[in-house]
């Protein structure tokens, strides 16, 4: 059960990051 809680956390904490890299790009690509 640990191992499967963990591996829900890393999933719920890979979203938001790869969202967040997408908007860093966005915001890159808007500046330059």
Same mark, same amino acid.
């Given at each position: 059960?640990?191992?499967?809680?963990? @591996?829900?956390?890393?999933?719920?904490?890979?979203?938001? @990051?790869? *969202?967040?890299?997408? *908007?860093?790009?966005?915001?890159?690509?808007?500046n330059?």
């Amino acid at each position: 059960q640990k191992e499967l809680g963990k @591996s829900q956390v890393c999933k719920t904490h890979a979203i938001p @990051s790869y *969202r967040i890299k997408d *908007r860093v790009i966005e915001y890159q690509l808007h500046n330059n």
